[in-house]
């Protein structure tokens, strides 16, 4: 590891699904030299979903540079994607950095960033139909690498895409003494975090509640798309 | 579900290991008729680890009743045990709650409040042998029940707990729908989380992290468990 610090940037937004980046942020900030910089377009305070208001979030403008950026994805994503100073400066600190991450939905803003085009890239399991107008290639994997581009599955996936970037900067020694201190030894009460693996009325209560949330994603994207 | 809200107050304090709540804060949440509460024994701002600081923190004091109340852990637990106004306020709301519930080293603060006097609880691995001071049966498992104590293991074993928690209050399909909408299917990049699966040079290393903090926690719940 060098002497200078590893610079973790979130990327958040209002309506932030809050576990896409509490819980990378969980496992990079134990990276020795990390530095973890929770940022976003107008820096102040971020209200994520759950009723948590985070403060102290930098302006990502006023950030030099990024080793690792993390884009967490959630309800605020479609106001995300069309919030042209957000998707700059997404893209200009990914450009320079090592690795360029995503959770759930937000591969969404790194596709509206430009960031995907002929990339293998992951989303939440109900979003995967969003990334092509990106030029993105859909992988269903729950952490997909291209790359220095590292996208995960929904929400949780987050977890497992930290856990693997780590391995790959500090090696996989560290990266398990890491996963031993959160005691990342999962045992989900069910079988079903998959929609493959979940009953049929369960998959359908699930994509319904979605439903409500697809024409607006679906209009969003093309617009962002069509700005690239 | 009653047509009244199910609060869910998560007790905070200064360097909690956020995941320790933000994970159980993703499920809960979407618990219909939830109202997550931010609360410490002062109210304000919280600053977790990883550089994340939490606004708009309620008074425990100030909260009437929860429906559930979750403790988490953290490197803060030894200064939140003998915080006496955290503690009394803990007891007070733990006290009226359907659920009493905590993650890692949340569990210590349970036992400094009295509630684990002949129960069975989990604890983060490494600190369980601290939990027979408090009167407590020290148990393994990484989610434990006993009564409506609901106490989980370290940092991710929260997830887990929260949704087993959730299908006890609002059934096992619903419980599985939000599973299947945080894409819970773990898929760690190694089998290391416990103690027992980890290489020995990794627990090694692990162990010699958390030396350091072995005294002070030992006496912090000395001195707690006198108080009782």
């Known amino acids: 590891m060098s002497a200078s610090p590893f610079i973790v940037v979130f990327a958040l937004f209002d309506r932030v699904t809050q576990l896409d980046f509490t819980g990378p942020n969980e496992v990079f900030w134990r990276l020795p030299g990390a530095q973890c910089v929770m940022a976003s377009a107008r820096g102040g305070e971020i209200r994520a979903d759950g009723g948590l208001t985070i403060t102290n979030v930098q302006r990502l403008a006023d950030i030099e540079r990024a080793d690792l950026i993390c884009v967490p994805g959630g309800f605020g994503v479609i106001e995300a994607m069309a919030d042209a100073d957000f998707v700059r400066e997404v893209r200009r600190l990914a450009d320079g950095a090592r690795y360029v991450t995503s959770v759930c939905s937000g591969s969404l803003v790194l596709g509206a960033a430009g960031l995907l085009r002929g990339k293998r890239a992951g989303c939440h399991w109900a ?100 700005l690239l």
Not at 142 to 151: E, M, P, S, W
Not at 159 to 174: N, Q
Not at 212 to 220: E, F, G, T, V
């Open 127 to 226: 979003w995967r139909d969003l990334l092509p107008p990106f030029g993105a290639i859909v992988d269903e994997h729950r952490v997909v690498r291209d790359g220095n581009l590292i996208t995960g599955g929904g929400v949780t996936a987050g977890i497992d895409m930290a856990l693997t970037v780590m391995a790959d900067i500090a090696g996989a020694e560290y990266a398990q003494s890491v996963q031993l201190g959160i005691e990342y030894a999962p045992a989900p009460p069910f079988e079903c975090g998959r929609p493959e693996l979940a009953a049929p009325q369960v998959l359908t209560a699930v994509k319904a509640r979605l439903d409500n949330l697809r024409a607006d994603r679906h209009a969003a994207v093309q617009k962002a798309a069509q």
